[in-house]
């Protein structure tokens, strides 16, 4: 088979000697090397404007990150070709890290005692059990669920929110949101992009959430509205905010996210594609396409992911 490497961010070089001693067999051309159209399967991340033209025999589009949004909203995406998600387990551990971290950081008041230190200030804060805390996650997905389970064998109390009904071992599960938001100190967003979840963090769902709570948003920076964020820190009803993701990246210089004390961020880095890891998920649905047999992890375009 044939396959294009098409990534504005992905570097090819790290990618085709492991996909390559995968998948000695096939061929692969880095975009806008396009094989003159005969292209089979197409690995895309943040691909070039024009991507999918002249791709006449393609068969699959393969994301080489969880989020598909920038793939299902390209006009020129050939609607008959399926879109499969990238389910890596580099990144499901990596954004774990990071989801405990941060609670962690809120949990034990590091984010007051790093201003304590800053302020020469010797000072304590009331210790908690995780068991005192809930904490809320947005999205019951792969990662959703795993990012569950660590918090649970913490003893923290998890409450998750999802589209559809879900059960997990000790973790409130519900489809309403309100429900979820109202019982949580943190609130966890992992959602997808979708015209449903854009501006889903907002003033009435923000304060839903308990006092002196924390919103850590590793999903989408459009899934928050700043301003209310904003508003709840100043207002002290949430005590810390964690952002990862922004609705313009690089982050403007003149945010005023960049100086709020009640701000932590990070440079959307929560959960890199990791290629050691993911290559092995891009090989099964190569290999099952050789097959005749359907791709993993397909994307319902109905439902936006």
Not at 256 to 281: D, F, K, N, Q, Y
Request: glycine share 8%; charged share 20%; hydrophobic share 45%.
């Amino acid at each position: 088979m044939n396959l294009l490497f098409a990534s504005q961010k992905e570097k090819p070089e790290f990618w085709f000697p492991l996909l390559q001693k995968a998948l000695p067999a096939d061929r692969f051309f880095a975009w806008p090397d396009t094989n003159g159209g005969h292209i089979d399967i197409a690995l895309v991340a943040t691909h070039p404007e024009g991507t999918f033209a002249g791709l006449q025999h393609l068969k699959l589009i393969q994301s080489m990150w969880m989020g598909v949004e920038n793939i299902i909203n390209d006009p020129d995406l050939p609607r008959s070709v399926p879109v499969a998600r990238l389910i890596d387990p580099g990144m499901v551990g990596a954004m774990g890290e990071m989801v405990i971290a941060h609670v962690l950081d809120w949990h034990r008041h590091l984010y007051c005692y790093r201003k304590f230190q800053a302020d020469k200030v010797w000072k304590r804060r009331r210790q908690y059990l995780p068991s005192d805390r809930t904490v809320g996650i947005l999205g019951l997905g792969e990662l959703g669920g795993s990012i569950a389970a660590k918090l649970r064998a913490m003893d923290f109390n998890v409450a998750g929110w999802s589209r559809g009904p879900r059960k997990l071992q000790g973790v409130h599960c519900s489809t309403d949101l309100d429900d979820v938001l109202s019982r949580s100190d943190a609130v966890v967003c992992l959602l997808p992009l979708t015209p449903a979840t854009r501006g889903i963090l907002n003033q009435d769902r923000i304060r839903r959430i308990r006092k002196d709570g924390c919103i850590i948003n590793v999903a989408r920076g459009a899934h928050l509205v700043v301003a209310d964020l904003l508003a709840a820190l100043d207002s002290r009803h949430l005590a810390h905010a964690y952002l990862d993701v922004f609705e313009q990246e690089p982050l403007p210089a003149d945010s005023p996210l960049w100086s709020h004390p009640g701000v932590t961020l990070t440079p959307h880095i929560a959960a890199l594609t990791e290629p050691r890891t993911a290559v092995s998920a891009i090989v099964e649905n190569v290999e099952r396409l050789r097959r005749g047999e359907p791709p993993l992890h397909l994307v319902d375009f109905a439902a936006g992911y």
